[in-house]
């Protein structure tokens, strides 16, 4: 089953009244094409955009190191494809030990989130609700619109996930107390 979660925005559109669409689809349309001759201007423009295929045959080629200390101590990242902190898409994965908690953050765009091995539970909002927590199962998918607070945590099982993104992405927590890195 598929999930789908209203944001703010997405709910203020629900409820706008149907004399408002058509100013509002024309809108849309105009941003669209404004939007897309940027991003093939933008094509053009890069020539460091990426020209060549990438693999990751299996789960023994990904190549770990310690994350950064904006991450709990003991979590892995290997950067499949991309720079999360420079402009354009990435690929990222984080070996998350058992008992991790990542405190209530956002980052500034979208990500999404796939659950590749173990177990990892999610909880939406300024405040980590262990009750409220969403389980996820291996192949388990996430997308969260930029600037969405949420945390993550592993219980008696490690996880393993890849997010995916456009960077410069970035981790800011809720609550700047929560930060590892102040910590270290």
Not at 56 to 78: C, F, M, N, R
Not at 109 to 130: F, I, P, R, S
């Amino acid at each position: 089953m598929i999930n789908v979660v209203r944001t703010t925005a997405a709910a203020h559109l629900a409820n706008l009244p149907r004399a408002a669409l058509p100013g509002l689809k024309q809108a849309v349309r105009l941003s669209a094409l404004g939007l897309a001759a940027g991003l093939s201007t933008a094509a053009i423009a890069d020539p460091s955009a990426h020209k060549q295929m990438i693999t990751v045959k299996d789960a023994a080629a990904v190549q770990w190191k310690p994350a950064p200390a904006a991450l709990p101590k003991g979590i892995e990242i290997s950067v499949i494809m991309g720079d999360p902190d420079k402009p354009g898409p990435f690929a990222l994965r984080l070996r998350i030990p058992p008992s991790t908690v990542i405190a209530p953050h956002t980052h500034a765009t979208d990500e999404t989130v796939t659950l590749l091995d173990g177990a990892l539970v999610h909880d939406m909002g300024e405040k980590m609700v262990e009750s409220r927590g969403e389980p996820f199962g291996q192949g388990g998918f996430l997308y969260l619109p930029a600037l969405m607070p949420h945390s993550l945590w592993t219980r008696d099982q490690p996880a393993v996930i890849q997010v995916n993104g456009t960077g410069p992405f970035g981790l800011n927590y809720v609550n700047p107390a929560d930060d590892p890195s102040k910590a270290r």
